[in-house]
């Protein structure tokens, strides 16, 4: 969250637009022609001609060229997409609204490209040439015209709706950084169009520029026919970026990770890149500093110049500010950008799957299971298999669960971990290879851990410093030590600092570090570990070509990878399709899911891959062999399928044939394999769509 908006730095030459074409309820006036306005410098001009007419129309001149700019032909290069407008008779508003490519041709990169509204010199109003029909002055009109994001016409209400496709409409930006200086500006508006987060030299980002104006329908002759747009392209000249991004469930969206699990004085690091640039892209000297309990550390390389490691202390608001120059001031001055970091408890991960049991959080810190008992991994003091959900004997403050072949992990609010369920490679990790507890116990000398994951014999946990521990089964060198000796108490994870994130597969594990790069150990011989090889590695290797990513999780033998940008990647054995690339080729290094975008949250099985969508809807592929894929078949896919009938899912887990979703109302909805009642609905019944598990009340996940 940011408490001082960013500053914009104005670019680029002036550019002359227009805009064409209609769509929904018009209003046929008198066809004319009115000449271009002249552009005024370092001014763009969106102009909109013959509006409301049949011969609503379009011209893009060449770019005009103005002092102390980049010596490029043209700053952008304009293709006109698409263009409308549509009158809404109800409230007497037309809108008008145009979509244009726009490449970047400037040689630089911009942040956060944005094209905000001007008022030229001896101008009082962004609008400008505003005419009617017949050419006569409508310059009275113009401070009824206003900026808007685009809109759709709704057939069935008659109403405008907002169309989400358009480029985001922003308001209270901060332009106090824009230099208009022989640009012919009077003032610079703070809002306007988001354009693209980030655009790469050559590079193209779709535009649409939106209007409102009133609309006269019992008389259109008193519509504004013409009207010029003035804006000017700005970009973020001090961006503060985080290598991982987080996912912000109120705004479904992914920005800076914000949110610092922290435990025992500590918390996990975030990766943070500085950039200030000046109006011709080159750096500005700055610093990242904190005055108030925040730590920082530059770590800059020559691949990062800038980059900074935050971590936080202790729980509640730190703030971190940029400032220009090499050195942080004595004591907090006016900032160029602040950003608020929270200290929060260990994220709720409230639902697990193992290979026949399942497990949900209770609001009140409560643990249930269902499904196969035999070794004691429902945690209930039996060893009775159950089709509905009972509670584990004696535990409570717990904020997350983690599931493997057999057995369970609990993280408790307090960063210790519980286990119970097989023990026969040491996976419970009290020091014993006892065969199996039906009631918790307490993982040995494991404190300050945030996280945790469960592969199908070995255990995982990420502790507050950023390290991981791990124990259990050990033959291909899933502990990450450096060894393939089993081990029933915690070690130390080999070469392995600044982690956020976890996950474990059959027999390998996988780390996602601060930098939004990927580690990997243990058994390859299906190219799990992603590194190009099918060579297995007993200490963290790196998984080729992947950055930029949010989240992972892991299958017997595959492995997947969330990235910021909502899309999907994956690695492994593929026999089954669980790649989701449309083969059944495994592949030893990630490859994108097919058709896949919007993605918020990954989960796996062990040979099938699940996705929650923005929306709350789910994706699964893979292995369907007892339904669990959801889509009313048993039949395998290779692309990802839409799980029929779900929607307002938080929250996903994969059993080893059967899979879980947590609705925001706190039910769950399972589906797949039923033998041992792993779908918690009263039956062993196995289900190809999903199925209400006969539980409520479960917690939500966080952040």
Not at 133 to 151: C, E, M, P, Y
Not at 157 to 163: G, I, L, N, P
Not at 309 to 317: E, H, I, K, M, Y
Request: with cysteine; aromatic share 6%; charged share 10%.
């Amino acid at each position: 969250m940011t408490l001082r908006p960013p500053v914009f730095q104005l670019l680029l030459p002036a550019l002359l637009l227009a805009a064409c074409g209609q769509q929904g309820v018009s209003t046929t006036q008198p066809a004319l022609s009115t000449p271009v306005q002249a552009s005024l410098p370092g001014v763009y001009q969106i102009s909109f001609q013959n509006v409301g007419s049949p011969n609503f129309s379009a011209s893009v001149p060449s770019a005009l060229q103005t002092q102390g700019l980049v010596a490029t032909p043209e700053a952008f290069i304009f293709d006109h997409v698409s263009s409308s407008t549509f009158v809404v008779k109800a409230t007497g508003i037309r809108h008008v609204q145009a979509t244009f490519q726009v490449t970047n041709n400037t040689g630089l990169t911009l942040n956060s490209l944005k094209f905000v509204p001007v008022v030229p010199t001896n101008k009082s109003s962004v609008f400008s040439g505003v005419t009617y029909f017949d050419g006569s002055d409508a310059s009275s009109k113009a401070g009824s015209l206003t900026t808007v994001q685009g809109q759709n016409f709704d057939l069935t209400t008659r109403q405008a709706t907002v169309d989400g496709s358009a480029s985001p409409y922003l308001t209270g930006l901060d332009v106090s950084g824009v230099d208009t200086s022989g640009r012919g500006v009077s003032s610079i508006k703070n809002y306007g169009w988001q354009a693209a987060a980030t655009l790469a030299p050559g590079a193209a980002a779709t535009v649409t520029f939106a209007v409102d104006l009133p609309a006269d329908v019992a008389n259109p002759r008193n519509d504004p026919f013409n009207f010029s747009l003035n804006v000017t392209s700005v970009q973020q000249g001090t961006t503060l970026t985080s290598a991982v991004q987080q996912y912000n469930r109120a705004t479904k969206s992914y920005g800076n990770y914000s949110q610092f699990p922290t435990s025992s004085g500590a918390s996990l690091p975030a990766y943070y890149d500085l950039k200030n640039v000046d109006r011709t892209g080159a750096s500005v000297a700055s610093v990242l500093c904190s005055f108030d309990g925040a730590v920082i550390s530059n770590i800059s390389t020559a691949s990062f110049p800038n980059r900074y490691r935050v971590s936080v202390t202790s729980l509640g608001n730190h703030t971190v500010q940029a400032y220009a120059g090499t050195s942080c001031p004595a004591t907090a001055g006016t900032p160029l950008l602040s950003q608020t970091v929270v200290g929060v408890a260990p994220p709720k991960v409230s639902l697990a799957g193992g290979s026949d049991h399942s497990l949900a959080l209770n609001t009140d810190g409560t643990v249930r299971g269902w499904g196969y008992n035999f070794d004691g991994e429902l945690g209930d003091g039996t060893y009775t298999s159950s089709s509905t959900p009972v509670t584990a004997s004696g535990l409570s403050g717990v904020v997350g669960l983690a599931g493997g072949d057999a057995h369970t992990l609990a993280l408790k609010a307090d960063g210790t971990v519980n286990s119970w369920g097989a023990n026969g490679s040491g996976q419970l990790g009290n020091s014993t290879v006892a065969y199996y507890s039906n009631t918790p116990i307490t993982v040995t000398g494991l404190t300050g851990v945030v996280s945790i994951a469960s592969g199908r014999d070995h255990s995982l946990a990420l502790k507050s410093d950023g390290t991981v521990r791990s124990w259990g089964y050990n033959a291909q060198g899933q502990l990450g030590n450096g060894t393939t000796a089993s081990s029933s108490t915690p070690v130390t994870v080999s070469n392995l600092t600044d982690v956020v994130s976890l996950a474990g597969g059959g027999a390998h594990s996988l780390a996602l570090r601060a930098d939004g790069t990927v580690r990997s150990w243990g058994y390859n011989g299906s190219g799990q570990l992603g590194n190009g090889t099918t060579t297995q590695s007993t200490t963290p290797v790196t998984v080729s070509g992947l950055t930029d990513v949010v989240g992972l999780a892991s299958g017997s033998s595959h492995s997947l990878a969330l990235k910021s940008d909502g899309t999907v990647r994956s690695w492994g054995d593929n026999t089954y399709g669980q790649l989701g690339n449309g083969t059944s080729n495994s592949s030893n290094t990630p490859v994108p899911v097919t058709g896949l975008t919007g993605v918020v949250g990954i989960a796996s099985g062990s040979n099938h891959s699940l996705a929650l969508k923005s929306d709350g809807a789910a994706r699964s592929w893979g292995s369907n062999t007892y339904g669990q894929l959801g889509d009313g078949t048993i039949n395998d896919s290779s692309t990802p399928m839409t799980v029929p009938g779900l929607t307002d899912a938080v929250g996903l887990a994969g059993g080893g044939n059967h899979s879980l979703a947590l609705k925001s109302d706190g039910t769950v909805r399972t589906w797949g394999r039923n033998s041992y009642g792993q779908l918690g609905d009263g039956t062993t019944t196995d289900s190809s769509t999903p199925v209400n598990t006969l539980i409520s009340g479960v917690a939500q996940p966080t952040p």
